[in-house]
């Protein structure tokens, strides 16, 4: 079996729900908080890149991405 890149994340207790809504939000906020801080060579924003990628609707990341470019997304990053 070919190795896809994505694998299932370990449980996070900070989101014990079965929506993950705001652990897809909470982990995009967090990986660009933490490239912003640490650089965007720094291995450890990675979980938080994957774990984003794994939760979130494509168009979810597609629609925030652009209003992080247009300076205009409305979270703290």
Known sequence: MAD???????????FPNQNQTRH???????????????????????????????LCPKSWIEHWDTQRAENRFPGPL
């Open 4 to 14: 896809d890149g994505l694998a299932t994340l370990p449980f996070d207790p900070r």
């Open 24 to 54: 897809c939000y909470v982990s995009y906020v967090d990986f660009y908080r933490c490239t912003k801080m640490k650089g965007e060579g720094y291995d450890a924003c990675n979980y938080f890149k994957k774990a984003f990628e794994s």
